[in-house]
């Protein structure tokens, strides 16, 4: 982000595919200027909803690591 803030998401390839596609879409002119990420089963503490919103025009990069599923 253009402040230095970093935040990091653990999202499905399904949901990065999503994100990827706003992005694109709104670098090309169409879409919302922000960008809600839902915060996980695993992260919502007390409230039935909880959700982080990415401003399109404070990303500076944002990376995607693919991680595996080990078979145990």
Request: proline share 1%.
């Given at each position: ?27 090309a ?24 919103y ?8 944002f ?10």
């Amino acid at each position: 982000m253009l402040t230095g803030l970093e935040k990091e998401f653990d999202l499905s390839m399904a949901k990065v595919n999503i994100f990827t596609l706003w992005y694109e879409n709104k670098q090309a002119g169409t879409g919302t200027a922000s960008y809600a990420i839902d915060k996980q089963e695993d992260n919502k503490g007390p409230f039935t909803n909880r959700k982080n919103y990415v401003i399109f025009d404070k990303i500076l990069t944002f990376e995607v690591n693919e991680y595996g599923v080990t078979k145990k």
